[in-house]
């Protein structure tokens, strides 16, 4: 399967516990984006990389979130000191920077409920 | 800020009938307009998209319209089918790329 994975597709921890997701983006893709999905709405965006730069990041994005894509390939998104709200599911779309109008994939998603 | 808003919520449609979901955004540096479709456990993924330039494009059932001067744009599915159900979602894409997407629509088709 050569689309855009993630692990784990599920995780529950207990509030105030860190948490790891990883992405693998369709290979040689360039672009990264990290969406947060809450029941019944929309995907909202996260950050972007482009290759292992992260070029934007939402205000969503608190300080307690982390995003980093070493190498330009893999990239990981930690939640430090969960909360209740951060339950969610957060979805990783990658893209083909080479072309303006390139589709972005997403990912399965992870979904993680904080207790 | 909801820069993209979408309508209905939800929509029930017979087998072989119409579906239509209508969009509107604000922002006039929205350069694409993807919809997508997502089923229950899975990421979204791409179903049509149209560029500002174009005023309709047709796949298949799958039909966009787009209102650039009245920053709105739609998704007519027509002869709809059961394996139709889904939510779908509209974006507009903005900078970097990154995609402001509405609240998407839940879509029953009956048999």
């Known amino acids: 399967d050569t689309g855009v994975s993630q692990d784990p597709r599920h995780k529950i921890t207990k509030r105030g516990q860190n948490v790891t997701f990883r992405c693998d983006p369709i290979?040689?893709?360039?672009?990264l984006y990290w969406y947060r999905q809450t029941l019944g709405q929309g995907p909202e965006f996260l950050t972007y990389?482009?290759?292992?730069?992260?070029?934007?990041k939402s205000r969503l994005l608190s300080d307690r979130f982390s995003a980093e894509r070493p190498k330009g390939s893999f990239s990981t998104l930690e939640i430090q000191r969960t909360e209740q709200g951060d339950s969610a599911m957060y979805l990783c779309?990658?893209?083909?920077?080479?072309?303006?109008?390139?589709?972005?994939?997403f990912g399965p998603g992870t979904r993680l409920t904080v207790l | 800020q909801q820069q993209v808003k979408q309508s209905p919520q939800s929509l029930i449609v017979q087998k072989g009938g119409i579906s239509i979901i209508n969009c509107a955004y604000e922002?006039?540096?929205?350069?694409?307009f993807p919809w997508y479709q997502q089923f229950p456990g899975k990421g979204p993924a791409l179903l049509i998209a149209?560029?500002?330039?174009?005023s309709e494009k047709k796949e298949g059932r799958f039909t966009i319209s787009f209102n650039k001067s009245a920053k709105q744009f739609s998704l007519h599915i027509m002869d709809s089918q059961p394996g139709d159900s889904a939510t779908y979602f509209c974006?507009?894409?903005?900078?970097?790329?990154?995609?402001?997407f509405g609240a998407g629509t839940q879509v029953v088709v009956t048999p």
């Open positions: 290979s040689e893709h360039n672009r």
């Open positions: 922002n006039t540096a929205f350069d694409y």
């Open positions: 149209i560029r500002p330039d174009v």
């Open positions: 974006a507009a894409r903005g900078s970097w790329g990154k995609f402001q």
């Open positions: 779309a990658s893209r083909d920077g080479t072309g303006s109008y390139n589709e972005q994939f």
């Open positions: 990389f482009q290759n292992e730069a992260q070029l934007e």
